[in-house]
């Protein structure tokens, strides 16, 4: 029988999923010394709300109040092999900045020798007519760094004393659990696939213990590693633990990370950034290789908005 990788240009020799680096890494400055000033207005983002990449990006922008200063299209959550599309249909949108029917005509905008997967989140320069940035770390940093004229002062996602910290538990938050459930999924040999999700529990595990004596990853306050962490857990139950075979346990059979998952949804506008049924029509739907009839699961059965219990937790040690 072949097996057949989902994406086969990011397939080690062993089974593996190795993931693509992204493109484009410019930046947007305050002081416009990158060539990519901040401005209102200027910029525009291109996103999904069934990808966990780009829902980072949405949050950030929810969160630091930047919708006024930052426009935001939705493609259509299902993708076929022409990528990324735009279209009329519920959630989402044609493209008004560009007239764009597909992604990729901006990512072959910007670099007509583009060969590589065309993904999301993508940071569109109106100005320049080019992607500035197409990685949603970066992104989210400009959000939180370069964006102060407009942002809310209040939400401090990458506070100064604690930024050495976070890059380094961000940096294990995206091996272990962020790809962690894709290295798994998209894994094409079984000692692969068991090795992966043995990695991914063993990291659930962990945080299961350090959130038992801390609301947040670190202290009183969600920061950036937070919502990395959160855009993956919320996705767990309705598409991780079937679709992709993460099913050694659930993450409601967490207290600790069940109580935390609620907490971080019932977060002024955040509900709003989750929508299950593009979640799971995209994942269940676009990955054939994976569930080729494409019948989308009912389930599960969710309540993120009963109580959480994590208001006690004010410790600020997180491990």
Known sequence: MVVRAQFPG?????????????????????DGSSGF????????????????????????????RLEAVLGMTVVDPIRDERGWAFREVPGASADPVNGFQFLSEAYHATDPAYR???????????RTRRIVNNSEDDILRMFELEFGAWADPSIDLYPHPLRKEIDQLNGWLYERINDGVYRAGFATSQPIYEEKVRLL??????????????????????????WRLFVTLVRFDAVYHGHFKCNLRRIVDYPN??????????????????????????????????????IVPLGPIQDLTAPHGRNALRRTGGR
């Open 10 to 30: 990011e397939e080690s020799p062993e089974g593996a999923f190795v993931r693509q680096n992204d493109a484009f890494r410019g930046w947007i400055s305050a």
């Open 37 to 64: 000033p901040a401005e209102a207005g200027r910029y525009h983002l291109y996103v999904s709300w069934a990808c966990p990449w780009a829902h980072r990006t949405i949050i950030g922008r929810k969160l630091k």
């Open 116 to 126: 590589g997967r065309v993904t999301v989140p993508v940071l569109w320069d109106k």
């Open 201 to 226: 529990f063993n990291a659930l595990d962990a945080l299961e213990k350090r959130l038992s004596t801390t609301r947040y990853l670190f202290g009183a306050k969600p920061v950036e590693s937070d």
């Open 257 to 294: 990370l069940s109580g935390y998952l609620r907490d971080l949804y019932q977060w002024d506008g955040i509900a709003e950034t989750v929508h299950f049924d593009q979640i799971k029509r995209h994942y269940y739907v676009t990955h054939d290789d994976i569930n080729p009839t494409r």
